[in-house]
C-alpha cells in the first residue's frame, strides 16, 4: 500500500518505477491514504515505511516527529532517506542525535538515491516476512514435537495398567483424552466410547481407584 499523499508529492515517472518494480516481484500495489508511506503485507506481517525522498536540511523536525509517532503504532517501522551528497548525510547524522532517537527505534536506512532506496524497501519488506515464516515453521514444528512427546508419554503410563497395549492407549486417547480424565471415567463410559473389553475396562477403573490394586505388586 502507498500513501496517496506521498505519491502526489513524487515525480510520474518514479512513481512508474515503483509499479514496475512491486510487479516484476509479485507484489499489487494499492493507493491508500495510510500513515506510513508505504505498509508491505509479507508472510502475514505488516511492515511499514517512511521514505523521504527528498532530505532538507533545514527542515528535519518533522521527519524524526513523524517516526517517534508512527513507531508507537507500527511494530515493525523503517525510515529510508535519500541522501546522496555528504551534507545531507551529516545533516541526518547531527540531526538524529539532536532528537534524541532510539537506535533501532525505528531503523534509520540512508541510501544513494531514490531507485536504490525503494528496492532496499522491498528487500526489508521481503526479510522481514521471510523471517516471519521461519518463525511461524518453527513454532509450530516444537509444537508438533510436544505434541508427539506428549503421546508417547500418555501411551507409557497408559500401559503400565496391566493387560492395556498401545491399540487400548490410542483408544483410549482419541475417545477420552487426558489421563485425568480416564481416571475419572466410568466402567460404563470407557466401554461405549472404546473398543476395550469389559475386562479391560474394569482393570481400568479399579487401577485408578482401588489403592489394593495399585499399590499391590505386579508378577511380569
Not at 497408559?158 to 483408544?171: E, K, Q, R, Y
Request: charged share 20%.
Amino acid at each position: 500500500m502507498m500513501n496517496t499523499t506521498w505519491r502526489d508529492q513524487q515525480h510520474p515517472s518514479f512513481i512508474s518505477f515503483i509499479s514496475s518494480f512491486l510487479a516484476a516481484n509479485s507484489f499489487r500495489l494499492n493507493f491508500v491514504p495510510i500513515s506510513p508511506d508505504f505498509i508491505f503485507n509479507c508472510g502475514g506481517l505488516s511492515v511499514a515505511f517512511i521514505f523521504v525522498t527528498k532530505w532538507d536540511c533545514g527542515n528535519v523536525g518533522t521527519i524524526f516527529s513523524r517516526a517517534k509517532k508512527l513507531k508507537a503504532q507500527f511494530a515493525h517501522l523503517y525510515v529510508t532517506l535519500n541522501l546522496p551528497t555528504r551534507d545531507q548525510n551529516d545533516s541526518f547524522l547531527c540531526s538524529y542525535f539532536k532528537y534524541e532517537m532510539q537506535l533501532g527505534r525505528p531503523t534509520f536506512v540512508p541510501v544513494q538515491d531514490i531507485e536504490m532506496g525503494f528496492e532496499k524497501i522491498v528487500k526489508i519488506a521481503h526479510s522481514c516476512g521471510v523471517s516471519k515464516q521461519q518463525e511461524v515453521k518453527s513454532k509450530l514444528k516444537a509444537e508438533r514435537n510436544q505434541s508427539v512427546q506428549e503421546l508417547e508419554n500418555f501411551i507409557r503410563v497408559v500401559t503400565s495398567i496391566p493387560g492395556i497395549d498401545n491399540h487400548d492407549a490410542n483408544a483410549l486417547n482419541q475417545a477420552i483424552g487426558s489421563i485425568e480424565r480416564i481416571a475419572k471415567a466410568s466402567k460404563e463410559y470407557i466401554l461405549e466410547t472404546t473398543d476395550l473389553s469389559a475386562d479391560k475396562a474394569e482393570t481400568i477403573v479399579r487401577f485408578f481407584r482401588d489403592s489394593k490394586f495399585y499399590l499391590c505388586p505386579k508378577i511380569i
